[in-house]
């Protein structure tokens, strides 16, 4: 699902399975998102991971090499300066 970028399906996947709040399946997921290159579904998925593990350092990293693999190179440079 996050492969191909549909995440309105993976939420509610999640959620039938309850796997709700738990981080490590939104972390799963961002990494999915960011491999399909969709760059506006995978902005969505951080707040929640964030909003489950607090500060993780790896949202802050994928969503970093997220935005390079697309070329936003001047939010690679405000991600890279929020994670200092």
């Known amino acids: 699902m996050g492969k191909w970028g549909e995440v309105w399906r993976a939420e509610r996947t ?7 709040s ?3 399946v939104w972390r799963a997921f961002l990494c999915a998102f960011g491999t399909c290159g969709n760059l506006k579904v995978a902005e969505l998925v951080p707040a929640k991971v964030i909003e489950l593990e607090g500060d993780n350092e790896y949202v802050y990293a994928m969503m970093s090499n997220i935005h390079a693999s697309c070329g ?4 690679v440079t405000g991600v890279r300066e929020l994670m200092r």
């Open 14 to 20: 999640i959620g039938e399975l309850g796997f709700g």
């Open 22 to 24: 738990c981080g490590l």
């Open 72 to 75: 936003k190179w001047g939010d």
